[in-house]
């Protein structure tokens, strides 16, 4: 089957293709509010109608959270797997935003034409990229140029309490050749990017407890002991003063950077000032002696993500707090055990903890790191048709954030995938004002039609 009648036809469609793509934003689908559960539905509804549109067989499948979609074509050729999430962040704070959330619009900026709203980007406007290119597809040649099943899910923005358990009870139906994941981003602006490795993910939240209750500071200061000094002397101990965590082993399973994946960045040519710069910062932080994309991509971190204690309102209240609590996460590569660094930063803190304190700790989630491997030809046909749509040849890089799904492919289904995205950095995923460029949009669209071309050629 040819390509550029496909590639044709998806130019032609392309203000049809948005005004879908406005369609399914306007759906409320936040996952981690309740209240939303009904538009969730909505959302697998109206995602299987439209699949069920370009001929596919699909289906809303319950779960004991939100719904996935799962469908299938059937047919000739390699048989591949497209994953996304219909979900969305909620949208607090609304007052910064400069429209109604879920009341989607085509903007013009000095940048180009973007599209704002939620979910634009993360990942409404990411799935229906691969959607409109089978979508055309079907409506040049009748038919697809591969064996597709797709799978959205419906709590990517909550956790995923579901995601694991239906994969592991739907193993035979969703294993395929490999999975394509659209989750992700471009490299810059227009060099389009392969994830190969992902970073794990470890939260923990501590809480201190001193006295029984918040106590008067001149009555008690001094004397009493403190629980945010506590906190904030175990914070401090986290990390020496070269920027090493000091968490017991928790460099065990850290691999060093190849030399070969070193002079492939380095060719990325990776602006650490303009990256900081464009946040307010000026100067890396980290361990020392690292490249900038090495610390952002290929080692571990920890970081306080958050910490409480005592009065925070307003004026002045001169108390020493019963409690302090912080959220504190690690990013995890190589072959890092987020179970054991779990165990050892817990007796770590309790080993500093004075007498008349006590902790709790809270976990929110452990995740090892991804490796993809490049070896399945999968990989260099993404590379070839990427390099052909976009300004600037593809390129395999790494990802500091953790997308567990692709992980979840590997260690259930016994399968690669591939991340492959067109978000831009500024397209300010989980903030307010989310967008996705249509430029973005359209170029994804087709090269989701150039990568399924060059895997069936």
């Known amino acids: 089957m040819t390509l550029d009648p496909v590639l044709a036809r998806i130019d032609k469609d392309l203000p049809q293709a948005t005004d879908r793509l406005l369609e399914l934003l306007r759906i409320q689908s936040i996952s981690t509010d309740p209240v939303y559960a009904t538009h969730c539905e909505t959302a697998a509804d109206w995602l299987v109608a439209d699949l069920q549109s370009i001929g596919f067989e699909a289906s809303k499948r319950p779960t004991p959270g939100h719904p996935m979609v799962v469908a299938h074509t059937g047919g000739e050729g390699p048989h591949v797997l497209f994953y996304g999430h219909y979900d969305v962040q909620p949208v607090d704070p609304l007052e910064l935003w400069d429209r109604d959330p879920f009341d989607p619009q085509v903007e013009d900026t000095a940048n180009g034409k973007v599209i704002r709203g939620r979910g634009s980007s993360d990942d409404k406007g990411q799935l229906m990229t691969f959607v409109e290119a089978c979508r055309a597809w079907k409506a040049v040649h009748g038919t697809l140029p591969a064996n597709i099943s797709i799978f959205f899910e419906g709590e990517e923005e909550s956790g995923s309490p579901s995601l694991t358990p239906f994969m592991e009870e739907n193993k035979d139906e969703l294993t395929a050749d490999i999975a394509l994941i659209c989750d992700t981003g471009l490299y810059g602006d227009s060099t389009p990017a392969i994830i190969t490795q992902l970073r794990g993910l470890l939260g923990e939240e501590i809480t201190i407890t001193g006295p029984n209750k918040d106590l008067h500071s001149g009555m008690y200061g001094g004397l009493a002991m403190n629980p945010a000094r506590v906190l904030a002397k175990i914070i401090a101990a986290l990390h020496d003063d070269t920027g090493r965590i000091t968490v017991p082993d928790f460099y065990e399973g850290v691999p060093e950077l190849s030399n070969e994946l070193a002079a492939a960045w380095d060719d990325l040519k990776f602006d650490e000032k303009h990256f900081l710069g464009e946040v307010g910062l000026s100067e890396p932080a980290g361990e020392q002696g690292r490249r900038p994309l090495e610390m952002i991509w290929s080692r571990p971190t920890c970081e306080v ?51 008349d304190c006590s902790v709790e700790f809270s976990d929110h989630g452990a995740g090892p790191a991804s490796q993809m491997t490049t070896t399945h030809p999968a990989f260099d046909q993404a590379r070839k048709a990427l390099s052909d749509e976009w300004p600037n040849a593809a390129a395999y890089v790494g990802c500091g954030g953790s997308i567990p799904i692709a992980g979840h492919f590997k260690d259930i289904l016994d399968m690669d995938a591939m991340l492959i995205g067109f978000g831009k950095d500024d397209d300010q995923i989980h903030s307010p004002n989310e967008k996705y460029d249509l430029s973005s949009f359209h170029k994804g669209i087709r090269s989701w039609a150039r990568i399924l071309h060059e895997m069936t050629a």
Not at 319 to 328: D, G, H, T, Y
């Open 305 to 355: 993500n958050g910490m409480i204690s005592g009065y925070t309102g307003d004026g002045f209240k001169t108390v020493l707090p019963s409690q302090a609590s912080a959220k504190i996460s690690f990013r995890l590569v190589g072959t890092q055990d987020p179970l054991k660094i779990r165990d050892n930063f817990r007796k770590l803190v309790n080993d500093m903890l004075p007498p």
